[in-house]
């Protein structure tokens, strides 16, 4: 089963930008989709971006056009490029497989905080 470790996170004023890495321990990485999710306080955890084995990458409305997800299959790593921040993206960010409906393929890491001060 895949673990995942987060990082990058900060406070940020709005209008700024963060990169959050998401680092992968296990095997097959390569082949899996990986999404990033994001969890504000008091409101469940949402899917905000995804990217399949091949590249291919969607988006939830709420970042689209701000964030951008790569990865690195060399380096077992995610990247969430976060551009013109709002007080809104204020929540934990996590990463993990997305499988079928809300299920995940991985075990959920601590995540990390990223803080938007209006």
């Known amino acids: 089963q895949l673990q995942f470790v987060e990082s990058g996170g900060g406070l940020v004023q709005a209008g700024g930008s963060l990169r959050l890495s998401c680092a992968a321990s296990?095997?097959?990485?390569?082949?899996?989709?990986i999404a990033w999710y994001r969890q504000a306080p008091g409101k469940q955890r949402d899917l905000i971006a995804r990217i399949s084995s091949g590249g291919r990458t969607s988006y939830a409305d709420s970042v689209k056009g701000r964030f951008t997800i790569s990865r690195d299959n060399a380096k077992n790593t995610v990247y969430l490029q976060m551009l013109s921040l709002k007080p809104e993206d204020t929540a934990v960010y996590y990463c993990?497989?997305?499988?079928?409906?809300?299920?995940?393929?991985?075990?959920w890491g601590q995540g990390t905080q990223v803080t938007v001060s209006s």
């Open positions: 296990g095997s097959a990485f390569n082949i899996y989709s």
């Open positions: 993990n497989r997305p499988m079928t409906g809300s299920t995940v393929g991985g075990s």
